[in-house]
């Protein structure tokens, strides 16, 4: 028997997948679908000063909807606890793929970027700064492909973008200099230099600015002065030499990225940023919702179109999962 009330007849829980601090993350399936899904549950009891991190990153995720980022399909509040029903990534974090490979080549670090780029141009265009980008919040899918997760920690300053943030938080390693110093910072330049850091851990398999003290760690941050190892390419030392910049006004933008040689080499084109979804919903989807719930198309789509993040939501977008991997849109156990 389901030991949370709230999920029984929605989703049938098993094991756990994850942790992290304050949360488990669960795995369990869709019951309409059938389909995988993560189960982020944090008892808000223990969650004590992390509550606002939570309620930060349940907005973060409810606006943003793209193709490189873990989708929240439907979010469950009760008295004591939070409930995140995720996107599945199978495959785990980039961090334990990097250790298993020691480091990637420059092709394989390439393919993985170009999605980081994208995530992180995508998130800075909806006015959002992430501010924890590291390894271990970019999970990888079925596919292979990157979800970044971890929204606790992110900014969406009022005046937008180019406003000034001034608190300090992070992973310390991957800490920007104005950030680690104390100094007001922009959002996009703090990841930028994160995005950095993240690069050379992919082609290195190691961290540039590494110390088990702190205050050491942040002078040697504060210094910018780091070790190139000599078996990697000019192109990648220049690339990584322009977003490890410690001035952050000397760093390179996210659009100078987009189209940098260095991502664009093996005959790319341009990073395409832009989310793959449709604002438009899907026809056979509302189809098949409408039938399923026995409700006419029109209600069905005024329905879903106010995506309260409910089980509604779920399911409508847990069927276009489905379509997109070119699986039947149907639901299960018909009423
Ligand atoms: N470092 C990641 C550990 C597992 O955490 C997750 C896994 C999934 C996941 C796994 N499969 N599909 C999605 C989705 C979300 C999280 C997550 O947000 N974890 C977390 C972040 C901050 C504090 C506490 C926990």
């Excluded at 390693?173 to 850091?197: H, K, Q, T």
Aim: hydrophobic share 40%; with cysteine.
């Amino acid at each position: 028997m389901s030991q949370f009330t709230e999920l029984r007849g929605l989703y049938h829980l098993r094991e756990t997948i994850g942790s992290g601090g304050f949360a488990k993350v669960k795995l369990a399936y869709h019951a309409l679908t059938g389909e995988k899904v993560a189960i982020k549950i944090m008892d808000k009891r223990s969650l004590g000063e992390d509550l606002p991190r939570v309620k930060t990153e349940i907005e973060a995720m409810k606006d943003l909807c793209h193709q490189h980022i873990c989708k929240l399909y439907q979010v469950i509040e009760t008295e004591t606890k939070f409930f995140m029903i995720l996107e599945y990534c199978p495959e785990g974090e980039l961090f334990d793929y990097i250790v298993s490979k020691d480091k990637l080549s420059e092709e394989e670090a390439r393919v993985f970027f170009r999605q980081i780029v994208a995530a992180v141009a995508y998130i800075h265009s909806q006015g959002y700064a992430h501010r924890d980008l590291k390894p271990e919040n970019l999970l990888l899918d079925e596919d292979q492909n990157l979800k970044l997760i971890d929204f606790g920690l992110c900014a969406k300053p009022k005046g937008g973008m180019d406003s000034q943030l001034f608190t300090c938080c992070g992973s310390p390693a991957y800490a920007a200099p104005e950030l680690v110093s104390g100094r007001e910072y922009l959002g996009s330049e703090a990841d930028l230099w994160s995005m950095g850091i993240l690069l050379y851990a992919l082609l290195c398999g190691y961290l540039p600015f590494d110390d088990d003290k702190i205050p050491s760690l942040y002078k040697k941050i504060q210094s910018g002065k780091y070790d190139t190892p000599s078996w990697l390419s000019d192109e990648s030392k220049s690339l990584i030499a322009s977003m490890l910049q410690v001035d952050p006004k000397r760093r390179v933008t996210i659009r100078h990225l987009l189209a940098h040689p260095w991502l664009m080499a093996d005959a790319q084109c341009p990073v395409e940023w832009h989310s793959k979804y449709k604002r438009c919903l899907d026809e056979d989807c509302l189809t098949e919702l409408a039938v399923h719930y026995g409700k006419t198309k029109k209600d069905m789509e005024a329905s879903v179109s106010e995506f309260k993040f409910d089980y509604l939501t779920a399911t409508y977008f847990l069927l276009l999962e489905k379509k997109m991997k070119g699986r039947p849109v149907r639901l299960l156990n018909k009423i």
